[in-house]
């Protein structure tokens, strides 16, 4: 379970934090509404990530906080003023949320802190307007189609409006591969290959030549790992 501590002075949005993280699964392992507090219990609880108000009451603000924390946090602030902005972003939080949040927005958050924690690679896909998170190792290969990318994953498949270069860019490059201008395969999954053709999980992906080269010195170097 991953631990969350959250300072907010608003007992309310303090409330509405808890409940929804909690039914998002997540622990809260402690609370406070002010900073000297919070960085006290911190040290004492050791919780995986922070949320952390930025103007809350007491003379230290979330900014003095984040200052001091060596795990990842979230700042949560209903003031978007570029002074503050600037002073929180010094700090490297891993996300900034503008009240009133919504449930996907802090959702995210925290999976991007949880992976920062973790290391897994994963890709955050907008689908119908919501943003999910997909895991890296969850994709074998992907397919491109005018503005989208369908996605072949282990259980479904998916289609997202990204374009090739884009997703290499958002994904931890080193698994994937493109092979051809339409396909991009996830080497650790690969099965088997030729010159031709790469097999993942029973699909044949086309190699063109233009990628036949490095193609093949990744996929040979990949498989006798």
């Known amino acids: 379970m991953v631990k969350i501590y959250i300072l907010e002075d608003e007992i309310i949005t303090q409330e509405l934090l808890r409940q929804t993280l909690e039914s998002l699964k997540f622990e809260i392992c402690g609370m406070a509404t002010d900073a000297e507090t919070a960085l006290e219990e911190i040290q004492a609880l050791k919780p995986d990530i922070a949320i952390i108000d930025i103007r809350v009451e007491g003379n230290k603000t979330g900014i003095w906080l984040g200052n001091q924390l060596t795990m990842p946090f979230i700042y949560l602030t209903a003031f978007s003023d570029s002074e503050t902005i600037k002073k929180a972003i010094i700090t490297k939080p891993i996300n900034y949320l503008v009240k009133p949040f919504n449930t996907n927005d802090l959702y995210i958050a925290v999976e991007l802190a949880i992976n920062t924690i973790q290391n897994t690679a994963q890709i955050i896909v907008k689908e119908k307007n919501k943003n999910s998170v997909i895991l890296e190792e969850r994709i074998l290969f992907a397919k491109k189609d005018d503005q989208y990318l369908t996605l072949y994953l282990k259980d ?48 044949n992906i086309p190699i063109s030549k233009t990628y036949v080269k490095e193609v093949m010195d990744e996929i040979s170097k990949s498989m006798h790992h």
């Open 156 to 203: 479904s498949v998916k289609l997202i409006r990204s374009s090739i270069s884009e997703f290499m860019k958002q994904v931890n490059s080193t698994s994937f591969l493109q092979v051809h201008r339409s396909y991009i395969i996830n080497k650790n999954h690969v099965t088997g290959f030729d010159k031709k053709k790469i097999t993942i999980a029973n699909n």
